[in-house]
């Protein structure tokens, strides 16, 4: 495609329900991340993976949260037992290839409201 | 402390007017510096990347950044309504691949 693209951008929970939500990364792209916008702040880092090996997960705020890209491609995120407090826009982006200070591509987000 | 501080706003100005935003970061181990751009309710869109010391332009864009200071600065020229959006900064450097940004700037050009 010829962006990154996110599902569902929207999604409705009731507390304690599990949600997933998806991401399409460019074709061909290397790396992949997830971030975290709470209403009214900048993105925050939650994980990051290079192909299917998930490299860096230190921006994830609980153990309910986890990430997984099994064929190096499409990434799901899964947040188990939601909490009010997981509100939140997330993000997933893109870079082609692996290094530091690579241009890294958003998709439009999915917005998360827990009830 | 944030290791990256931006000015909140909200800004409005009006039309044609010269825009300043501006960022300051506390870690040294950033290296290259990014303004983002987001519409509401899409994903942010890069605007500006820069490596070094020094300005960059493009087009009515120029990206500043001053690494004595650890200041980080983007203006527009001549503002349109077409503006209006959040502007992040970010930067990623060290070991690490991730961006680090700031809370956001929204601005509002009025025509």
């Known amino acids: 495609g010829a962006g990154v693209s996110q599902s569902p951008r929207y999604k409705v929970a009731k507390r304690g329900q599990d949600v997933a939500l998806r991401c399409d990364p460019i074709?061909?792209?290397?790396?992949l991340f997830w971030y975290q916008q709470a209403l009214g702040q900048g993105p925050e880092f939650l994980t990051y993976?290079?192909?299917?090996?998930?490299?860096?997960k230190s921006g994830l705020p609980s153990d309910r949260f986890f990430a997984e890209r099994p064929e190096g491609s499409v990434s799901t995120l899964k947040i188990q037992r939601t909490q009010q407090e997981d509100s939140a826009v997330y993000l997933c982006a893109s870079s082609f290839i692996a290094g530091v200070g690579d241009t890294q591509y958003f998709g439009p987000g999915t917005r998360l409201t827990v009830l | 402390q944030k290791e990256v501080e931006q000015d909140p706003g909200p800004l409005s100005v009006p039309e044609g007017a010269i825009v300043s935003l501006n960022c300051t970061y506390s870690n040294s181990a950033f290296q290259y510096f990014m303004w983002y751009r987001q519409y509401s309710r899409k994903g942010p869109e890069l605007l500006m990347y820069?490596?070094?010391?020094g300005n960059k332009e493009d087009g009515r864009f120029t990206a500043q950044v001053d690494k004595s200071s650890k200041y980080i600065s983007l203006f527009i020229r001549d503002s349109q309504p077409s503006d209006s959006a959040t502007y992040l900064c970010a930067k990623s450097g060290g070991s690490a691949r991730q961006l680090t940004f700031g809370s956001g700037t929204q601005l509002t050009v009025l025509p």
């Open positions: 993976f290079q192909n299917e090996a998930q490299l860096d």
């Open positions: 820069t490596y070094s010391s």
């Open positions: 074709s061909g792209h290397v790396s």
